[in-house]
């Protein structure tokens, strides 16, 4: 394993509670992630890059779909979640490092794969391009971020509108792109792909019966003590938000979770 000092972000796998908040994301979008990455050609001998590797599910997936004959390889800057997998699988290697600042370790992947980082990212569109360059010629590339147009209650609710903007505007000030979904296609154009696709999913929250509920409420928790700091949100605003949470009656849409895909060029 290589080591590196980690800048801070909106969010840290050394945050309490992130390992259940990282489940509940790989439980709603796996699904989804490994489809796509199997009509990538993700298979037996494959070389596969996995950047911002989280809580593992998918170096795990990858590793078996691969076998012995291929290869993957998981980048995160804190890696606490997935070095065990490197001591269980022989063809799994770990790599911890700043996708922003260092260049990806090795090139010739078949297929590579981000799901909810590059949005984080004010250098996005740089490190998207780190991420097809590492392809081989022919390769994959599949990239997932939220656009969150859809983001909201399913009837009007003033109180949650409020919450909802008040948490995209300090994401934003966080250097957080809260419509980088809807750019995706253009920007792996722009970075030389071809065959770019994309697709959409967008779930429906219900109070604390929906999977996805440990994300938006670890999440917010997070960036509570910034939003009350900085006057966009009271206690009792919070107290509101977290009654949604909890309420079986209560219905929402989440943010749209763009998955492209492309190649590049043979």
């Given at each position: 394993?290589?080591?590196?000092?980690?800048?801070?972000?909106?969010?840290?796998?050394?945050?309490?509670?992130?390992?259940?908040?990282l489940?509940?994301?790989?439980?709603?979008?796996?699904?989804?992630?490994?489809?796509?990455?199997?009509?990538?050609?993700?298979?037996?001998?494959?070389r596969?890059?996995?950047?911002?590797?989280?809580?593992?599910?998918?170096?795990?997936?990858?590793?078996?779909?691969?076998?012995?004959?291929?290869?993957?390889?998981?980048?995160?800057?804190?890696?606490?979640?997935?070095?065990?997998?490197?001591?269980?699988?022989?063809?799994?290697?770990?790599v911890?490092?700043?996708?922003?600042?260092?260049?990806?370790?090795?090139?010739?992947?078949?297929?590579?794969?981000?799901?909810?980082?590059?949005?984080?990212?004010?250098?996005?569109?740089?490190?998207?391009?780190?991420?097809?360059?590492?392809?081989?010629?022919?390769?994959?590339?599949?990239?997932?971020?939220?656009?969150?147009?859809?983001?909201?209650p399913?009837?009007?609710?003033?109180?949650?509108?409020?919450?909802?903007?008040?948490?995209?505007?300090?994401?934003?000030?966080?250097?957080?792109?809260?419509?980088?979904?809807?750019?995706?296609?253009?920007?792996?154009?722009?970075?030389?792909?071809?065959?770019?696709?994309?697709?959409?999913?967008?779930?429906?929250?219900?109070?604390?019966?929906?999977p996805?509920?440990?994300?938006?409420?670890?999440?917010f928790?997070?960036?509570?003590?910034?939003?009350?700091?900085?006057?966009?949100?009271?206690?009792?605003?919070?107290?509101?938000?977290?009654?949604?949470?909890?309420?079986?009656?209560?219905?929402?849409?989440?943010?749209?979770?763009?998955?492209?895909?492309?190649?590049?060029?043979?």
């Amino acid at each position: 394993m290589q080591t590196d000092s980690a800048p801070e972000y909106m969010l840290s796998n050394a945050d309490e509670g992130e390992r259940r908040r990282l489940a509940a994301i790989e439980a709603a979008y796996d699904p989804g992630s490994k489809r796509h990455l199997t009509a990538l050609g993700v298979g037996r001998g494959s070389r596969v890059l996995i950047a911002g590797a989280g809580g593992g599910s998918l170096v795990r997936w990858a590793a078996e779909t691969v076998g012995l004959s291929g290869e993957v390889l998981a980048v995160d800057i804190d890696p606490r979640f997935v070095l065990p997998l490197a001591e269980h699988y022989p063809n799994v290697r770990v790599v911890q490092q700043d996708v922003v600042t260092q260049d990806l370790p090795g090139g010739g992947f078949d297929a590579a794969h981000a799901r909810l980082l590059l949005g984080h990212l004010p250098q996005r569109e740089a490190v998207l391009a780190k991420l097809a360059d590492a392809l081989r010629p022919g390769g994959g590339l599949l990239v997932e971020d939220f656009d969150w147009g859809s983001y909201g209650p399913a009837e009007p609710n003033p109180s949650a509108e409020k919450a909802i903007e008040a948490v995209s505007d300090l994401a934003r000030s966080f250097g957080f792109d809260t419509a980088f979904g809807r750019r995706l296609p253009g920007v792996m154009r722009r970075a030389g792909l071809v065959d770019v696709d994309a697709e959409g999913l967008v779930l429906t929250l219900r109070g604390a019966t929906f999977p996805l509920e440990p994300m938006f409420r670890q999440t917010f928790d997070r960036l509570l003590p910034h939003l009350i700091a900085g006057g966009q949100m009271s206690e009792d605003d919070a107290a509101a938000l977290h009654q949604r949470f909890d309420d079986l009656e209560y219905d929402m849409c989440t943010q749209t979770l763009m998955s492209v895909w492309g190649r590049r060029p043979a």
